[in-house]
């Protein structure tokens, strides 16, 4: 292990990690380190030693919405799963970047919080899932975030209110910016009957396992829809649909999914991906714009 590194008693580092079981399309790709920072101040000391050592950094979520293209990442993938506090003050609720989304809809909805049941199934991290402005059943998390605490590039904690994220469809400020991070999000929610709220989580539950092939490992919608437009639609009406390259497949269920179907490889994945845009292109002249993000 670097020893300076070491010294700098940052919090949990591991060396020569396989990061399969840390993303959701259980892809192999060997990090030289994995680093668990313990709080914002080891995070910035972190950030300040990687930068001054030319050594390559990554902060990975829950890994739901990213592929793994190369097979070796010879750098830092830092894991924000020490921020992991929720406050709760009336009506607004602080919470760190490491919390599970599903974990913290569930917690929510049982003490009579409304306002985030349609990311009941979402497997991400709040604060990954603000940067990608995550949505489902027409609903996007944008619309309850109030603020956000990141560090800027130049090391330095600042909250950024909404109009700040400049949120859009799968899109926000933070997405434009990967170099300033996430270490805490404020929602404001309001109070509804909680059993109005689980009937709503069980209904789009019910949706989600219906329309999504969630016996495969797969990092969710690939594409995002065209205005006015599923990408779904548009891949299955090219019979796409099955379509394998290596242990890659997109998925029968949803066109939308590429699946992987127990031995793909990260490149795989990702010619089956440019497969897609180059047939979506020749037949109708869009282009499809990846959701997931590219490690």
Not at 162 to 174: A, G, I, Q, T, V
Request: hydrophobic content about 40%; some cysteine.
């Amino acid at each position: 292990m670097n020893e300076k590194l070491k010294q700098l008693q940052i919090g949990e580092i591991k060396e020569l990690v396989d990061l399969k079981k840390y993303n959701t399309y259980r892809i192999s790709c060997i990090a030289k380190y994995l680093i668990y920072p313990k709080d914002s101040k080891k995070l910035i000391q972190l950030l300040s030693f990687l930068k001054q050592e030319n050594i390559p950094y990554k902060v990975l979520g829950n890994g739901s919405n990213v592929l793994f293209t190369e097979e070796i990442f010879n750098g830092a993938i830092l894991k924000l799963d020490c921020f992991n506090q929720i406050e709760i003050q009336k009506n607004t609720i602080i919470v760190g970047a490491g919390v599970n989304l599903i974990s913290l809809v569930n917690k929510l909805s049982n003490m009579g919080y409304t306002g985030l049941e349609f990311a009941c199934g979402i497997p991400g991290l709040v604060g990954a899932s603000v940067l990608m402005n995550i949505g489902a059943h027409h609903q996007e998390i944008s619309s309850v975030v109030k603020s956000v605490k990141v560090i800027t590039p130049d090391l330095k904690i600042k909250e950024l209110s909404h109009e700040d994220l400049m949120f859009s469809y799968r899109n926000s400020f933070l997405k434009q910016h990967k170099e300033y991070i996430v270490i805490e999000v404020t929602l404001k929610l309001e109070k509804k009957d909680p059993k109005e709220i689980l009937k709503t989580i069980q209904e789009n539950n019910k949706i989600r396992n219906s329309k999504q092939p969630l016996d495969f490992p797969n990092a969710g919608s690939v594409f995002i829809n065209p205005s006015n437009d599923s990408a779904g639609r548009i891949i299955e009406s090219l019979g796409l649909k099955g379509k394998r390259i290596g242990g890659a497949m997109v998925s029968e269920k949803h066109a939308n999914f590429i699946i992987n179907t127990g031995n793909a490889t990260g490149k795989e994945i990702y010619e089956l991906i440019l497969f897609i845009k180059k047939e979506v292109k020749e037949k109708y002249n869009i282009d499809l714009v990846l959701e997931q993000e590219l490690m």
